[in-house]
């Protein structure tokens, strides 16, 4: 009789985390639908490192292209991740005349 009320609900899901990604596109798998990118450091998250990245969304996959230059959000929930919300991404202004060495 004790024991009814010692059941265990699961623990509440937590909710999903976005962060920004920058990188290069290396490879694409079509079947599997994953990107290989080289990516900058993603804050909060991960160092820069080259990896796969699943991509649930077909049409955000078929935005891509190897070489291309992206800025995508990587949506994270428990151990799931994934590309989504792709762009092309800006481009990195020129410095600044007069800021370079000895100036």
């Known amino acids: 009789m004790l024991l009814g009320g010692c059941v265990r609900k699961p623990a509440p899901k937590e909710p999903s985390k976005e962060y920004i990604m920058r990188g290069e596109v290396k490879a694409l798998d079509p079947k599997e ?3 290989t990118v080289a ?3 993603i804050e909060g998250w991960m160092e820069a490192m080259t990896m796969e ?3 649930k969304d ?3 996959f078929a935005k891509l292209k190897v070489g291309d230059k992206i800025e995508a959000k990587i949506v994270v929930s428990d151990l799931d991740y994934w590309i ?3 762009k092309e991404a800006p ?3 020129p ?3 007069g800021n370079g060495p000895g100036k």
Do not use: D
């Open 33 to 35: 639908r994953l990107a």
């Open 39 to 41: 990516h900058e450091k």
């Open 53 to 55: 990245y699943p991509i």
């Open 58 to 60: 077909q049409n955000e």
């Open 84 to 86: 989504a919300e792709v």
């Open 91 to 93: 481009a990195t202004p």
């Open 95 to 97: 410095a600044a005349p």
